[in-house]
C-alpha cells in the first residue's frame, strides 16, 4: 500500500494527538468518544479554522464601528436601558443591596425550589464526594461505545469510565496502565472485575478497590466465565499486561490485544498457532507507516553502550531513566545488570515494584539515592530543568546527569533504526537521550501480527474516533490481508 509523503504527516497522529508528555503510553490524556459527525459546523469551528486571520468571521464591514465612531462613543446609562432609577450621589453612600429579582420585576423562588438552596454545607459535601468517586466529576457517565463490548457475551473490557454498563456480568481489565482503569475507585461496585494476578495486586496496592471484586487469572490458564473459555496471554507491554482470549459457546473467538507488542513468541501460542480468530480487537497505537521501531533489545543494548561510554570520560555521573507508574523497568534493569549497581527510586515506586514478586527487581532496589548512580524518575522530570534541581540534591557526588526517555515517541524516521545517529539533548552539566523503546507495535509488527492471524474482523481500539482514520486503518487491515 503506498501513501504518500504529505498523507503521511496527517495520517492518525499519535495515540492522544501530536505533542505527548509524560503520560503518553500510560494515557492520563484522554479524548472523547465520538459519533460519525464529529465535526460540528458553528463559531467555534470557523474560529479555529481562521488560524490568526479572524477576519472570516467579521459579518459585514458596515458591522465593523468606524475609528472617528469610536472616538464619540460614550457609555450607556445601564440604569436607563433597565429601566430602572439611577441613584443620587448623595444617596450612593446609603445604598443597600438591592433585591434583584424585584428591580428585574421577576417571582423570587422560594426556598424550597431555588438552586441555591442546594449550597448547604451538607449538600455540598455529598456533592464534591459524588465528583470524586465519579470519573467525570458527574453522575452520568456516557454510554459504552461499542468497541469496548464483546457480543454474544455479558462482558466488557477496559471500559470503567463508563460506570455500570448495562447488561455487563463481567469487567475485564488489560493491564494498569490509567487509560485502561480510569474509573475504578474503591468505590467500584458495579461487577467482578477479571485481570491477571500482578494487575490484581496494584488494584488493591494504588487505588484500594474492594477485593471482594477482584478477581485474579493466571496466565496461560483457561477460565470457564458465564459459560464462556477465557485464557489470559502474555502481552509483551508492562508488568501483568495481557491479551484475552475469548472462545464463546458457538466456538467463535475474539481475542482483545489490550496495549500490546507484537513478537514472534505470540505466534507460538497454542490458541493462536493455527487456530481461528474471528474477531481481533487491537491495538492500533502506532498504527501509521511511519512507525518501524528497532527492537527492544537493539535499543537496551544500545542504552548500555551510550552509559559505559559517558562513564569511562565523566565517572562521577548521574544515571536518570524515565519511567512511568509501570513499564519501562527493563532499561533500568539492563543498566543494572551492565554496571553491578542498585537502583534508587522514592518509596512509592519501591512499593509498586516489590509488588511484582519480580526477585531482580526487589533484590536491586535502594532506599538512599546517595548509594547508587541509578534512579527513576518520573517521565515528566526529564527536563532539564528538573534534573538540574534533581543533581544539586547530589552535587556533592556527581557532576553530571546522563538521562533516558525511554517512548516510541521519540522514534524518527530518518534515525531508523540507525541508533547512533540520535543527537541528545545537551545543555550545562545536563544530556538527555530520547530513545524509542516502545511496548507498543510498531506499524511493521501489527502488519505480521494481522497476516498472522488473519481474522476475520479487525476493531481498532486507538484513534478510532475519527471516521476518516478509521477508514484508512481499515483499507490498511484489507491489504495485509489480501497478501
Same mark, same amino acid.
Given at each position: ?11 492518525? #497522529?499519535?495515540? %492522544?494527538? $501530536?505533542? &505527548?508528555? !509524560?503520560? *503518553? /503510553? =500510560? #494515557?492520563?490524556? %484522554?479524548? $472523547?468518544? &465520538?459519533? !460519525?459527525? *464529529? /465535526? =460540528?459546523?458553528?463559531?467555534?469551528? $470557523? ?12 459579518? $459585514? ?423
Amino acid at each position: 500500500m503506498d501513501f504518500s509523503d504529505e498523507e503521511d504527516e496527517d495520517w492518525f #497522529g499519535s495515540r %492522544f494527538n $501530536d505533542g &505527548v508528555n !509524560e503520560e *503518553e /503510553e =500510560e #494515557g492520563f490524556v %484522554f479524548y $472523547d468518544d &465520538v459519533g !460519525e459527525n *464529529e /465535526e =460540528e459546523e458553528g463559531f467555534a469551528s $470557523d474560529f479555529y479554522k481562521a488560524g490568526s486571520d479572524w477576519s472570516c468571521l467579521v459579518e $459585514d464591514e458596515e458591522t465593523v464601528c468606524s475609528s472617528e465612531k469610536n472616538k464619540k462613543m460614550k457609555q450607556a446609562n445601564l440604569f436607563q436601558i433597565w429601566g430602572l432609577q439611577e441613584n443620587s450621589p448623595d444617596t450612593t453612600k446609603k445604598m443597600k443591596q438591592t433585591d434583584l429579582f424585584q428591580s428585574w420585576g421577576l417571582q423570587k423562588p422560594s426556598p424550597f425550589t431555588s438552586p441555591a438552596s442546594n449550597s448547604s454545607k451538607k449538600t455540598t459535601s455529598a456533592l464534591g464526594k459524588r465528583r470524586r468517586d465519579s470519573s467525570f466529576g458527574n453522575d452520568s457517565p456516557r454510554p459504552c461505545p461499542f468497541y469496548k463490548k464483546l457480543p454474544g457475551t455479558p462482558f466488557t473490557v477496559d471500559a470503567f469510565r463508563y460506570g455500570c454498563v448495562q447488561g455487563c456480568s463481567a469487567y475485564f481489565l488489560t493491564h494498569f496502565h490509567a487509560d485502561h482503569y480510569i474509573g475504578l475507585t474503591k468505590a467500584w461496585s458495579h461487577g467482578p472485575i477479571y485481570c491477571s494476578s500482578l494487575t490484581s495486586r496494584l488494584l488493591r496496592l494504588s487505588l484500594s478497590v474492594d477485593p471482594s471484586f477482584i478477581h485474579p487469572l493466571e496466565l496461560d490458564v483457561e477460565y470457564t466465565i458465564n459459560g464462556i473459555k477465557v485464557t489470559l496471554i502474555e502481552a509483551n507491554h508492562c508488568p501483568g499486561a495481557a491479551l484475552i482470549h475469548f472462545r464463546l459457546l458457538d466456538g467463535t473467538c475474539y481475542l482483545h490485544t489490550g496495549d500490546f507488542r507484537a513478537s514472534k513468541k505470540m505466534q507460538t501460542h497454542p490458541l493462536l498457532f493455527n487456530q481461528r480468530v474471528h474477531v481481533l480487537y487491537l491495538d492500533t497505537t502506532y498504527c501509521n507507516p511511519r512507525y518501524k521501531f528497532p527492537s527492544k533489545e537493539d535499543v537496551l543494548s544500545y542504552v548500555v553502550r551510550i552509559t559505559k561510554d559517558f562513564l569511562r570520560k565523566q565517572p562521577k555521573t548521574l544515571i536518570v531513566v524515565g519511567s512511568y507508574s509501570i513499564g519501562k523497568e527493563c532499561v533500568y534493569l539492563a543498566i543494572a545488570k551492565a554496571l553491578g549497581v542498585k537502583i534508587f527510586a522514592n518509596a512509592s515506586r519501591r512499593r509498586i515494584l516489590q509488588s511484582f514478586g519480580w526477585d531482580d527487581i526487589s533484590k536491586n532496589l535502594s532506599t538512599d539515592g546517595k548509594a547508587t548512580c541509578l534512579h527513576v524518575l518520573p517521565m515528566s522530570s526529564l527536563k532539564v530543568e528538573r534534573l538540574d534541581e534533581h543533581l544539586k540534591v547530589y552535587r556533592e557526588q556527581y557532576g553530571a546527569v546522563l538521562a533516558f526517555r525511554p517512548t516510541g515517541w521519540t522514534y524518527s524516521e530518518k534515525i531508523g533504526e540507525h541508533l547512533d545517529l540520535i543527537k541528545p539533548t545537551c545543555k550545562g552539566k545536563i544530556t538527555i537521550y530520547g530513545v524509542p523503546y516502545s511496548e507498543h507495535s510498531s506499524f511493521t509488527e501489527l502488519r505480521e501480527f494481522v497476516q498472522f492471524l488473519r481474522p476475520d474482523k479487525i476493531i481498532p481500539t486507538v484513534n478510532n474516533a475519527n471516521a476518516g482514520t478509521r477508514e484508512k486503518m481499515q483499507s490498511c487491515f484489507r491489504e495485509w490481508l489480501r497478501r
